[in-house]
């Protein structure tokens, strides 16, 4: 009976087959290349992604102290709309 899975050629074919179907790679189970514009490539849409994050975590940062402002502001008012308290 012939094989009916045979070995493929590329030895990382088993891997690309393995993680292809999560549409993600994921870190450390990467497929490594021998193409150094590949690998250019990767770096280049790497980092285009972590400036994405960086940005997206400046703007949650920003709005965390816009909240944490505005809860300082309403304690104040609510603060300021006590009476005064009278000492014994």
């Known amino acids: 009976m012939p094989d009916e899975n045979p ?3 590329n030895p990382f074919e088993m891997f690309r087959r393995l993680w292809g179907p ?3 790679p994921i870190p450390g189970m990467a497929v490594p290349t021998f193409d150094p514009q590949e690998v250019d490539k990767r770096i280049a849409e790497l980092r285009s992604v972590e400036s994405w994050l960086q ?7 920003l709005s965390i102290q816009a909240l ?4 300082s502001a309403l304690q104040a ?5 006590q009476p005064p308290k009278k000492d014994r």
Not at 55 to 61: C, T, V
Not at 68 to 71: A, G, S, V
Request: cysteine-free; aromatic content about 0%; charged content about 25%.
């Open 22 to 24: 999560l549409g993600v």
């Open 68 to 71: 944490e402002m505005q809860r």
């Open 77 to 81: 008012m609510k603060d300021a709309a």
């Open 55 to 61: 940005m997206n975590l400046n703007m949650l940062k």
């Open 7 to 9: 070995t493929p050629e």
